[in-house]
């Protein structure tokens, strides 16, 4: 079966400074992989997706940056941090081929970030 | 418009209750739909989906999508507290996305 895992679980951070979320998927190969944002009391934002090693696509323009190193494993980074940047981060994987229960997205537990 | 829209709540019903989750969408080309439960400070956990029109039945769940007024419903029957959560709408668009409603926020009292 497949898992993902996503850490930390919980940081506060000050403006300005740098910020690395990570998130590993096991058990599948090649998955998409995407980064959500969900402030308080809002919806899920796309942030990123990528497809493949190398491979990231934006949704949103902001001070945020995505990577993906290696097959399983996505990388969400800033430089600076901005106190809008504070909000539950969520790593989600889906299975590279659609179909019907292909288009399903999982996700991870997620990452609540509070900027000071 | 928003491709799907759910109203955010809060819902607040009495534990055994039938609730009635709603969310409508403005694309006709969406066929699959999905159901994702979100507890407080968790992720999202995918609860049911569906694919083209009818009734699909799991449990206490029920997800029911009628197209000819894009309107996807997820019934709850005999509601307990544990289901006091944030119910997400979805349906996958182009680009290997999903695009979700905004939720809604249930409260089952016991």
């Known amino acids: 079966s497949q898992t993902i895992h996503q850490w930390p679980a919980t940081l506060v951070q000050p403006v300005g400074s740098p910020l690395s979320l990570e998130c590993t998927v096991e058990g599948t190969s090649n998955p998409n992989l995407y980064w959500y944002r969900q402030a308080a009391g809002r919806g899920l934002q796309l942030l990123f997706y990528s497809v493949g090693i190398g491979q990231i696509s934006s949704e949103v323009p902001q001070n945020l940056s995505a990577s993906r190193p290696q097959d399983r494993q996505f990388i969400l980074s800033s430089k600076k941090l901005l106190l809008s940047d504070s909000g539950f981060y969520l790593c989600?994987?889906?299975?590279?081929?659609?179909?019907?229960?292909?288009?399903?997205?999982?996700f991870g537990e997620g990452s609540w970030l509070t900027v000071v | 418009q928003k491709e799907v829209e759910q109203d955010p709540g809060p819902l607040s019903v009495p534990e055994g209750a039938i609730v009635s989750l709603n969310c409508t969408y403005s694309?006709?080309?969406?066929?699959?739909f999905m159901w994702y439960r979100q507890y407080s400070r968790k992720g999202p956990e995918l609860l049911m989906y569906t694919y083209s029109s009818g009734n699909k039945e799991d449990g206490r769940f029920t997800a029911q999508v009628d197209k000819s007024s894009k309107y996807i419903s997820l019934f709850i029957r005999d509601s307990q507290p544990s289901d006091s959560a944030t119910y997400l709408c979805?349906?996958?668009?182009?680009?290997?996305?999903?695009?979700f409603g905004g939720g809604t926020r249930l409260m089952v009292k016991p």
């Open positions: 694309n006709s080309a969406f066929q699959y």
């Open positions: 989600a994987w889906k299975f590279h081929h659609t179909g019907n229960s292909g288009n399903t997205i999982y």
């Open positions: 979805a349906t996958p668009r182009a680009g290997n996305m999903l695009t």
